[in-house]
């Protein structure tokens, strides 16, 4: 009788890697590349805001690898630096519209009635305002910044996690396991943690992988309009709107961080589509 080989643990793991969407792997690859940009500004001894008289450096000069902007700043490192800005606000922006956004849309799918009617209103009504208009209303009231183009970008993400959240809850909460949790006298509050947000944590993962690229392109608008960072703090935005000026005497100033940019979006979307991918019974079968 002929003995079956008993597949290694290793032929196992590249064997489940190979089947993971190429969305996935791609997404997950070029998120790898930003990290490594984050992880390289904190290692990297050169201040980003440091100029020096070596002025519109070409590229490969001595000690700026990527050339210097109109002020001697190293390109480098600004552009790294800025990796790790947009990183932050990104994870605060979509920190904001989740948390705001599950807690609404749980609201509104599990209990319903006149809730779901005026939270659907307020959600709509929030979902037409921009992520612009409601970064220049906030700075009207206080100062353009940082701060506000993350509870900007946050507020306008909080009606698509809220949308997610309340499809999750219709779809789950009329299911016989929920009815019987009822029926055993357990409280709406302990089925909403126990029983409903397990099974509608993959759709808002998913979601939000797409709003962090939603967060990271948003975030160079609003620096490039004077809205979001401030000088002298790198971002990526600013780095556009600053090299817009001389960009014909060099373009490397500009090409990096818009080539920054595209990797970053490009990332969080190719991760949220295989994400989603991988998530499906139905095309993971």
Known sequence: MRSQAVPSKTSRRSSGWAKLPIALKVGSFLILLVLLMVLASTLNPVDPNATTPHRLAPLFSPGHPLGTDILGRDTLARVLAGAQNALYVGLIAVGIGLSVGLLLGVLAGYLGGWLDQILSVLLEALYAL??????????????????TSM??????????????????????????????????????????????????IGPLVVQASLAFAVAILAEAALSYLGLGTQPPNPSWGRMLREAQSYQELTP??????????????????????????????????
Not at 130 to 147: D, H, K, R, Y
Not at 151 to 174: H, Q, W
Request: no cysteine.
């Open 130 to 147: 921009p992520a612009l208009l409601i970064a220049l209303l906030l700075a009207a009231i206080f100062n353009p910044g940082v701060t």
């Open 252 to 285: 490397y100033p500009v090409i990096f961080p818009g080539l920054a940019i595209g990797l970053a979006v490009l990332g969080f979307n190719l991760l949220g589509d295989g994400l989603r991918d991988y998530l499906d019974p139905r095309k993971r079968s």
């Open 151 to 200: 509870v900007a970008i946050g507020l306008a993400a909080v009606p698509a996690f809220a949308r997610v959240a309340r499809a999750g809850v219709l779809s789950v909460k009329t299911l016989p396991y929920i009815e019987a949790a009822r029926a055993l006298g357990m409280g709406s509050g302990r089925i909403m943690l126990r029983h409903v947000l397990p099974n509608i």
